[in-house]
């Protein structure tokens, strides 16, 4: 079935092509053109018709733009993902705030303070995201789920690779549960109580978090 509809996409694309060119060739006047049988049934219509299409080749080039700005904009959605995150690296704009968000800021924060990453982190981090796929204030598994110290690796080195300090939370468009509630929105802090504020803020998205009242009372008192 798609053969055939190919097939025919691809036929009435040439006949349109060819009956394109052989009104162009009457609009500017090409000699040749005499010669070719049957294109004297279109000469009456030539200047018509290179309107109609001029005017619909316009229409369908910004349509195509509008398009292809949409779909670098916004990202395509999976089919049968209707109404959940997009996902992080869909799209050429997204795939760049995808990277910024796979920064290791732990990492970068802990640096500035004369630490750096064990190197058995990157097998402790992978055991903890078999054991806690899914963002623990949202459930969501993805690109963008990470894993989040409870008391900051900079402050407390010694606690970079105990299992009992890590909680796996998201950071995509729309939620952001790992600035928010792991950090207090801003990276350099961090929230003591963050096991009990993804209870309180299950499923909650950044919007709700950000307007909640005992929230902004513990940015305000950050550590």
């Not at 092509?17 to 009456?44: E, T």
């Not at 018709?49 to 990202?75: E, S, Y």
Request: some cysteine.
């Amino acid at each position: 079935m798609r053969a055939v509809l190919r097939f025919i996409i691809v036929g009435v694309l040439v006949v349109a092509c060819l009956v394109g060119f052989v009104i162009a060739s009457y609009r500017f006047n090409w000699p040749w053109l005499g010669s070719v049988p049957g294109s004297s049934l279109l000469k009456p219509y030539a200047g018509i018709l290179w309107d109609w299409l001029m005017v619909h080749l316009l229409i369908v080039i910004a349509v195509l733009i509008a398009g292809i700005v949409l779909l670098a904009l916004t990202g395509r959605r999976r089919k049968g993902q209707a109404g959940k995150v997009p996902h992080p690296s869909s799209g050429w704009f997204n795939k760049g705030r995808a990277a910024l968000k796979r920064l290791d800021h732990g990492a970068e924060i802990a640096r500035h303070h004369g630490h750096d990453r064990s190197p058995e982190w990157p097998r402790v981090e992978k055991e903890h995201l078999l054991r806690e796929p899914a963002c623990v204030a949202c459930g969501y598994k993805g690109e963008g789920v990470q894993v989040h110290h409870i008391k900051p690796f900079h402050l407390h080195p010694h606690l970079e690779l105990d299992p009992d300090n890590l909680i796996t939370l998201c950071q995509v468009d729309g939620r952001e549960h790992h600035l928010l509630l792991g950090h207090l929105d801003e990276w350099a802090s961090f929230n003591e109580h963050v096991r009990a504020d993804v209870k309180h803020f299950y499923r909650k998205k950044a919007a709700h978090i950000r307007a909640d009242a005992a929230w902004q009372k513990k940015v305000m008192h950050r550590p």
